[in-house]
């Protein structure tokens, strides 16, 4: 099976410091990955779509200097949250696109993380 | 305009029934997919079932059915003899076909999540 690794799980950071999460996916190539957020007890938001490669298309209203997305390889994107405040608080949960599977289910999600922002 | 719905915010059902969660849906993409995800309280999505828009039957996965209902863009959940470990938040969600976009194939979009509670 398809497997998506997200790290870390849960972190904890002060204000104003930036934090990285890490998408990997394991033993597929993912040329697009996806990043949501949820609230508690709320429904996923996509943030922004990552292609390897090229920049990341971010959904209306998620700012992209706040939210800096990476995707270097076919197996990795990053989000970075820069200068978190506790509004940021949140899952953040990341899904891959299986590379040249147009149906079915193509669509792998990571186990999330947990930020806290104290 | 949303584009999925889930109209139940939680749900009862006795351990060993039947139940079925509900997820409307709307959409011009004649090529779409509906997929229903179990989040546990630990936040991971378990994927459940997948139903692609041209799939003449109705999809199954062991104890979970999907009732396509493509005229009423209806794509209701069926759990049959509940466990207690099937308490959980459900998700129904909607990916549109490679003419909503080429690289963003793949974004799903959420319904709100229906809690369900599965009673000893």
């Known amino acids: 099976g398809a497997v998506v690794s997200q790290h870390p799980s849960r972190v904890i950071c002060k204000s104003g410091t930036s934090v990285k999460i890490e998408c990997r996916s394991l033993d597929f190539q993912a040329t697009t990955m996806f990043w949501y957020r949820q609230f508690p007890k709320k429904s996923l938001m996509l943030m922004a779509t990552s292609n390897e490669g090229s920049k990341a298309t971010y959904e209306q209203g998620v700012e992209k200097d706040k939210f800096l997305i990476n995707h270097a390889s076919l197996t990795l994107s990053t989000l970075t949250v820069t200068s978190a405040h506790p509004e940021d608080s949140s899952f953040y949960i990341c899904s891959a696109r299986r590379r040249h599977n147009l149906s079915g289910n193509t669509i792998y999600f990571g186990e999330g993380s947990w930020l806290t922002v104290v | 305009a949303q584009k999925i719905t889930q109209t139940q915010p939680g749900m009862f059902v006795q351990e060993k029934e039947a139940v079925t969660l509900d997820c409307t849906y709307d959409?011009?993409?004649?090529?779409?997919?509906l997929f229903w995800y179990k989040q546990p309280s630990s936040g991971e999505m378990i994927f459940l079932i997948y139903q692609g828009s041209y799939d003449q039957q109705n999809a199954t996965e062991g104890r979970y059915s999907l009732n396509f209902q493509k005229a009423r863009k209806s794509a209701n959940l069926v759990i049959s003899a509940s466990q207690l470990g099937d308490s959980a938040m459900y998700f129904c969600a909607m990916r549109e076909g490679w003419n909503a976009g080429g690289t963003s194939y793949g974004k799903l979009t959420f319904g709100q999540g229906t809690i369900l509670t599965v009673h000893p």
């Open positions: 959409t011009s993409d004649p090529s779409y997919g």
